[in-house]
């Protein structure tokens, strides 16, 4: 399992660490976070900390953070979304 953080832009500061099976699964549940919320996505960043080994519970901390995705890609794909919805007639 991977280790991942949000972290805030505006506050500088991460959330708790959360695990995913991969980064497919992290930017799923990182988007989800957004498309409800009045909080803007671009102020956040998905970050890949290391991994956990369910097995022998030994944690791995990559020496530098790898950036997953950018919540400014989110933001853009959501205010899409919701250009398109309208331009189709739809209230979301």
């Not at 708790?16 to 960043?45: C, H």
């Not at 991994?51 to 022998?56: A, I, R, V």
């Not at 995705?69 to 853009?76: K, L, N, S, W, Y």
Request: proline content about 1%; hydrophobic content about 40%; overall charge negative.
């Amino acid at each position: 399992m991977n280790l991942y953080t949000i972290r805030d832009k505006v506050a500088e500061d991460c959330g708790p660490v959360f695990q995913a099976k991969n980064n497919g699964v992290a930017v799923r549940n990182f988007e989800q976070m957004f498309e409800k919320n009045a909080v803007s996505a671009s102020d956040f960043v998905l970050l890949l900390l290391g991994t956990f080994d369910q097995d022998s519970g030994r944690i791995t901390a990559y020496d530098d953070l790898e950036v997953v995705v950018d919540g400014t890609v989110i933001q853009e794909r959501l205010w899409d979304e919701q250009d398109r919805s309208l331009r189709n007639g739809k209230k979301e």
